[in-house]
C-alpha cells in the first residue's frame, strides 16, 4: 500500500507540475555510476528518476561556462598529462587557465587523488575508462530541456556558483554569465524549475539585491556558521534565500535528528541536504533505501542531493 501511495504521489506530481516531496537532487548526476557531471552521468540520472540535476559551474579563460565540481582540473581529467606544465605555483591546473576549446580536448574521468592517481570511490566506474567530456553549462540545459519534451517530465536544473570572489579577483563575473543563460532558458521566477545555490551568502545577497535574481535560492552550509546554527541566522537568511544546504551531518547525529529541519521550517526554508552516498553511509544505516527513509520520514528533509538517484526514487 505504501508503495502504491508513493507511486500514485510521483505520477501526480508530474502531471500537475507540483514541487515533488522529497526531491530528488542528482548530485552532478548519477555520479555513483558513471563520472561525474558528464552527459552520460546526466542521461542516467534522468532515466533514475530525478527531480533535479545540478550543475556546479566554473568559468575558463574565454569566459565559458562549463560543467564542472571544482575551479581545477586536476582530480576529474588527464590535464596533466595532455597540458603537462600548464599548472600554477601550487600544481594545479585552474580551468579559467585554459581555454574553451582547449578543454574541448580533456577526457572526464571517474574521480581520483591526483597525488596517488586512485580511485576516490573504488567500486564506482573503472578508472580511466571511456571517453567523456566536459560540457557547458548551455549544452546541458538544451539536453536536458530536450528529454523534457520527448518524455513529457518536467526535470529542473540546479546550478551551483563556485567561488564567486574567487573568480572575480580573477577578473570574471560568474553569476553575470549564469544569470545571462538561465533567462535565455526561461528560468526567471521562483515557478521555474531551477534553484541557484552557492556557499557564499554575500554572492546570495549580490544575486538577489544587485544582480535581480528572482528564482529561488539556496545558502549551502559546509560546516558551522551561525547563519544556520541560530535562529537568528535563520531568520536574516530567510529575508534573501528560499533554502538551505547543509551537510547531512548536520541533519543527524546517528538515528536522532538536530532540529535543524524544523527550525528552518519555521522560518519558511527548505531544507536539501547533500550527499546520500550508499558507498559511504553513516554508522547505524544498514544500506541506501534505510537511510534515505530516515531522512524524509524521520528527518523530514524537503529533499537531498544523492550520487543514487534510483536508491532515492
Same mark, same amino acid.
Given at each position: 500500500?505504501?508503495? /502504491?501511495?508513493?507511486?500514485?504521489?510521483?505520477?501526480?506530481?508530474?502531471?500537475f507540475?507540483?514541487?515533488?516531496a522529497?526531491?530528488?537532487?542528482?548530485?552532478r548526476?548519477?555520479?555513483?555510476?558513471?563520472?561525474?557531471?558528464?552527459?552520460?552521468?546526466?542521461a542516467?540520472?534522468y532515466a533514475?528518476?530525478?527531480?533535479?540535476?545540478?550543475?556546479?559551474l566554473?568559468?575558463?579563460?574565454?569566459g565559458?561556462?562549463?560543467?564542472?565540481?571544482?575551479?581545477?582540473?586536476?582530480?576529474?581529467?588527464?590535464?596533466?598529462?595532455?597540458?603537462?606544465?600548464?599548472?600554477?605555483?601550487?600544481g594545479s591546473?585552474?580551468?579559467i587557465?585554459?581555454?574553451?576549446?582547449?578543454v574541448?580536448?580533456?577526457?572526464?574521468?571517474?574521480?581520483?587523488?591526483?597525488?596517488? $592517481?586512485?580511485?576516490?570511490?573504488?567500486?564506482?566506474?573503472p578508472?580511466?575508462?571511456?571517453?567523456?567530456r566536459? !560540457?557547458?553549462?548551455?549544452?546541458?540545459?538544451?539536453?536536458?530541456?530536450?528529454? !523534457?519534451?520527448?518524455?513529457?517530465?518536467?526535470?529542473?536544473?540546479?546550478?551551483?556558483?563556485? &567561488?564567486?570572489?574567487?573568480?572575480?579577483?580573477e577578473?570574471?563575473?560568474l553569476?553575470?554569465k549564469?544569470?545571462?543563460?538561465?533567462?535565455?532558458?526561461?528560468?526567471?521566477?521562483?515557478?521555474?524549475?531551477c534553484?541557484?545555490? /552557492?556557499f557564499?551568502?554575500?554572492e546570495?545577497?549580490?544575486?538577489? !539585491?544587485?544582480l $535581480?535574481?528572482?528564482g529561488r535560492?539556496?545558502?549551502?552550509a559546509?560546516?558551522?556558521?551561525?547563519l544556520?546554527?541560530?535562529?537568528?541566522?535563520l531568520?536574516?537568511?530567510?529575508?534573501?534565500?528560499? $533554502?538551505i544546504?547543509?551537510?547531512?551531518?548536520a541533519i543527524?547525529e546517528?538515528?536522532?535528528p538536530?532540529g535543524?529541519?524544523?527550525?528552518?521550517?519555521?522560518?519558511?526554508?527548505?531544507v536539501?541536504?547533500?550527499? &546520500?552516498?550508499?558507498?559511504?553511509l553513516?554508522?547505524?544505516?544498514?544500506?541506501?533505501?534505510d537511510?534515505?527513509?530516515?531522512?524524509?520520514?524521520?528527518?523530514?528533509?524537503?529533499?537531498?542531493f544523492?550520487?543514487?538517484?534510483d536508491?532515492?526514487?
Open positions: 500500500m505504501k508503495a /502504491c501511495t508513493a507511486l500514485l504521489a510521483f505520477c501526480c506530481a508530474r502531471l507540475a507540483v514541487e515533488p522529497p526531491t530528488i537532487i542528482a548530485h548526476g548519477a555520479s555513483g555510476y558513471l563520472p561525474e557531471h558528464t552527459m552520460a552521468a546526466k542516467l540520472a533514475q528518476g530525478a527531480d533535479y540535476l545540478e550543475q556546479d566554473v568559468l575558463t579563460k574565454d565559458a561556462l562549463i560543467v564542472q565540481h571544482d575551479v581545477m582540473l586536476d582530480s576529474t581529467t588527464d590535464v596533466a598529462t595532455r597540458f603537462p606544465g600548464r599548472q600554477r605555483a601550487n591546473f585552474y580551468a587557465d585554459f581555454t574553451l576549446a582547449e574541448r580536448q580533456l577526457r572526464v574521468l571517474e574521480r581520483f587523488n591526483p597525488k596517488t $592517481g586512485k580511485a576516490v570511490y573504488a567500486g564506482r566506474f578508472a580511466g575508462v571511456g571517453e567523456f566536459i !560540457n557547458t553549462f548551455e549544452e546541458e540545459i538544451v539536453f536536458i530541456q530536450g528529454l !523534457n519534451k520527448s518524455t513529457g517530465r518536467k526535470v529542473g536544473i540546479y546550478p551551483e556558483v563556485k &567561488l564567486a570572489a574567487w573568480h572575480r579577483q577578473g570574471q563575473d553569476s553575470k549564469m544569470l545571462a543563460v538561465l533567462a535565455r532558458y526561461g528560468y526567471a521566477t521562483k515557478t521555474d524549475l534553484y541557484v545555490q /552557492c557564499e551568502y554575500a546570495l545577497q549580490r544575486l538577489r !539585491n544587485e $535581480g535574481w528572482k535560492l539556496v545558502l549551502l559546509g560546516g558551522k556558521t551561525p544556520i546554527d541560530t535562529d537568528d541566522g531568520k536574516e537568511i530567510a529575508k534573501v534565500v528560499d $533554502g544546504g547543509p551537510a547531512l551531518s543527524a546517528g538515528r536522532k538536530t535543524l529541519v524544523e527550525r528552518a521550517h519555521a522560518v519558511g526554508l527548505k536539501h541536504p547533500y550527499t &546520500l552516498r550508499t558507498d559511504a553513516p554508522k547505524g544505516f544498514t544500506d541506501g533505501k537511510y534515505y527513509r530516515f531522512l524524509t520520514q524521520e528527518a523530514k528533509v524537503d529533499g537531498l544523492t550520487d543514487f538517484p536508491i532515492a526514487r
